[in-house]
């Protein structure tokens, strides 16, 4: 494989075929929103999900995105359109399996895999552009922007759910750690991942099926595949972006929140 790679040169910026998998499944129960599924909840006058999709034309990734849908999923996909492709997540068993639902759709189309969150409005081109010049610049196997901030007070409160960024003594990330996973002392690390990932799409599809759901939720975390690579060798790039580009809604009120931030940028 590697050899065939080098050959390929699958990280050449000019040629790479990068895709976009946008992760909405989720009903949103937190939100309170009825039968409108979590990824429409308006957000200054469109669905969350929207401000996503406007974003990434201004991104160099395929510009036919696939997005993971399951609750409700016919009114996800009667509200955006035919633009997009659409794979269903049929049980909730995680990020990780989210994302396997795409493997069939995917896996003859692209080079490397960009993860993204329908319910994360504020992600700006800024970031995804980031995320993908920083893969394939260092040619990483996978690619993951951290946060960090000083506090969890004011508009960074929600952020106190993110998983926490672990870096061994020489200051390389080694794996993250889910906010329910965690220690007591892991709690108090303010480094976060808001699990924006770039993946190497062959590593990918040859990773998740070997992910355990051995934690607190019984899932399949997306974020579990750093520890993998970590151990494996593989080459990990990570870059420090803007928390607020991070930012989501999970209730009522974390959405007025996102109403004034957009509002103000």
Same mark, same amino acid.
Do not use: C, N
């Given at each position: 494989m590697t050899e065939k790679m080098d050959a390929i040169d699958v990280y050449d910026?000019?040629?790479a075929r990068v895709g976009v998998i946008i992760l909405g499944a989720g009903a949103g129960k937190r939100m309170k929103s009825g039968d409108v599924p979590k990824i429409l909840v308006p957000l200054r006058g469109k669905p969350m999900i929207?401000?996503?999709? $406007?974003?990434?034309?201004?991104?160099?990734? $395929?510009?036919?995105?696939?997005?993971?849908v399951g609750f409700k999923a016919d009114t996800v996909k009667e509200a955006l359109g035919d633009g997009y492709?659409?794979?269903?997540?049929?049980?909730?068993?995680?990020?990780?399996?989210?994302?396997?639902?795409?493997?069939?759709?995917?896996r003859n189309l692209y080079d490397h895999i960009v993860v993204l969150y329908g319910d994360q409005p504020c992600i700006t081109a800024g970031v995804v552009n980031e995320l993908v010049a920083t893969h394939l610049r260092?040619?990483?196997?996978?690619?993951?922007?951290?946060?960090a901030v000083p506090d969890f007070d004011g508009w960074r409160a929600g952020l106190y759910n993110f998983s926490r960024v672990i870096r061994d003594?020489?200051?390389?990330?080694?794996r993250t750690v889910e906010r329910k996973d965690a220690t007591d002392a892991e709690l108090e690390i303010k480094e976060l991942n808001p699990a924006y990932f770039c993946f190497?799409? $062959?590593?990918?599809?040859?990773?998740?099926p070997k992910l355990e759901n051995k934690n607190a939720q019984d899932e399949y975390y997306l974020t579990d595949l750093l520890e993998v690579a970590t151990k494996s060798g593989e080459y990990v790039a990570s870059f420090v972006g803007d928390a607020s580009a991070a930012l989501g809604a999970n209730t009522q009120e974390e959405?007025?929140?996102?109403?004034?931030?957009?509002?103000e940028n």
């Open positions: 910026a000019q040629t929207s401000h996503i999709l $406007d974003t990434l034309r201004f991104v160099a990734v $395929d510009q036919h995105p696939i997005i993971v492709t659409y794979v269903h997540q049929f049980e909730s068993l995680g990020t990780g399996h989210a994302v396997m639902q795409a493997y069939e759709a995917a260092e040619r990483a196997t996978m690619t993951l922007m951290t946060i003594a020489r200051g390389a990330i080694i190497r799409a $062959d590593w990918l599809w040859d990773q998740l959405l007025k929140l996102l109403e004034q931030i957009v509002a």
